[in-house]
């Protein structure tokens, strides 16, 4: 009896040591448990597909594939905090991606007799697309900010006007093809990649930019006389941190030898637009004004108000930066496709807006993480590249990821509640579903 | 206080109307430094709607407003604060997912060089304050939701000493505490009124009114029914103000 009563109380206080520890390095646990999640998701379809999932080539393809949910995530993120919605990302993709392969292909060439092939055609391309990205970005925010319509509907008419003016531009639904050959590259196809110096450089910087803010961070809130962390958390942080890139960059990167040259190709373009929007995207929303406001205004539109915060101002900048975001992947998309087409995006708000969901961000505003969402696209995306690998059928892919989502959200809240054996209880029934569809989908 | 002094607020002939309803007719207030003046009256007597323009947070239709004896312009939240104007919502304006440093400079967030937030220095000044305020206070760095009434409370009012209010406006501030909390916000009145604040205390708690404040302005349907001063009525005298909407004969 006593001996039992020993035992627990050093379980127990074995437990509370190591659940210390997880404290001191304050990390998310929501963050975590994505990254567990993923580590789950990875590991089964190894096992399942017989070995085909975790490798260098599945790895590369799956990073570049999940880049351009992943950037419009980030901006959806913000928007859906601030209690709104955009449903337009996907035809406003579509019609940026045309536009920018009209310059390329009509305006630049024909219509200012400049010929194709120009050093700047792919810059003047994008910053033509980045441009009216924003403006068309503005004038939704501006209609929902000031003209006080429901981002729902604002963004409806969207979705259906920017397609419609597609079709307008684009003769009877023309696909626009080839692409200017540097512009291609922004996809990640030949040519697309850093290649293996460059990667490796790449890391360094990671590795660097990782210790140094770690360093910073610690340095500033010394100077304040606020609690720093132990300093061996730190260290292990950095360490780890610059393992994962480097592992990363050896592994999948350059790991991965080109079809065409043989050589190994290295960190594709895409991947790096992604991280540098990710990494802007998360100081906007943590350490600026404006991410500030807008989680202000999730929390409590009242309080922001009241605290003399423009809320017009910041929510219709929202909707500025997802038109901009939108461009990004724009460019991303139709650079891989080599070509614009008139059905580019279809179905994309759908799959920005569950990426952003599965990543923790709540429709009740306030909440949600950049790096959340992030993760939330890499997750869909690795359910998509699994079950394409185990040949499963697209209609059951669909109920696949529609099961995970309203899992994902339903676990998610029930934490959120405490409510535990709940979270446990739709972690099941979410993984059963998700396992007997992929069994019978198998063709 | 003496008649000569220059009052700290004045408001002249407030009207604020929504639609046809007139919800603050012609009313005018005074505040002096060090002093503490309720605001008391039924639901939708028109209080609250009072202080907002005051506070910024719905402009009046007409009358004016002068701060230590000059005219100003209060068109938002903005230009109160600028007037050393500070406010303390019943239903406690802060935004629940941000943490205590965050809720006490929202709006007014405190950065680096580089545009940055600086939340090294702004959980630095929050700690500060609540040293002063609520020594027990220690999690800076927790979204409020997760904190008490009395906690949240004592961060809405961090906010409004941290930026130095003159004039404290005070919406219902221990509608939502338990007793030990209602008593520290008491003393902490005492406190800032020994400072020189002039507060605008809204309460429905007559008890409230009694112990805190010097003078009690009633208001009914949008009027002022009177000004009085507490120690030349009683309890029973208010309350026959506030449900008849008629001044005693004794009073003044």
Redesign the interface.
Known sequence: MTATHTDNAKSTEKRRDWRSVLTATEIDTRLAGMVAAIAVIWVAFHILSGGDFLTSRNLWNLSVQSTSIAIMATGMVLIIVSRNIDLSVGSLLGLLGYVMAMVQTRWIPDTFDLGFGRWYTWIVALIVGIALGAALGAVQGAVVAYGGVPAFIVTLGGFLVWRGLIFRMGEQGQTLSPLDDTFSRLGGGPNGSLGEIRSWILGLIGCAGVSFSIYLARR??R????GVRPLAIDVCLAVFGCIVILAGIAFVAVGYESPISGDPTGVAYPVVILILVTIGMV?IS????FG?YV??I???P????????NTRKTLMLTFVLMGVLCAISAAIQTARLDAAVTNLGVQNELDVISAAVIGGTSFAG??GTITGAVLGAVIMQSLRSGMVLLRIDSPSQDIVVGVVLVSAVAVDAALRLGKRRLAGIALTVGLVLAALIVQTGRQ | MNGSQTPLVEMRDIRVSFGGLHAVDGVTITLNPGEVVALVGGNGAGKSTLMHTL?G?RPADSGQILVNGQVVTIA???DA?AHGIE?I?Q?L??????DAA??MF????L?TKT???D???M??AT?TVMQRLNPRFKNLSTPVKSLSGGQRQSVAIARAVHFNAKILIMDEPTAALGPAETEQVRELITQLKAEGIGIFLISHDIHDVFDLADRISVMMQGRLVGTVDKNKVTKDEVLGMIIMGKKPDSAE
């Open positions: 500033r809130r100077r304040y006389d606020l100081y943590r350490r600026r004004r500030r989680y202000a999730g929390g409590n009242e309080a922001a108000e009241l605290g003399g915060i306030g909440i | 506070a947070a938002n939240p903005r604060r406010v919502y239903k304006a802060l935004a629940d997912n941000i965050g809720n929202l709006g007014r967030e950065h545009g940055a937030l939340e090294a220095a959980a630095s700690r």
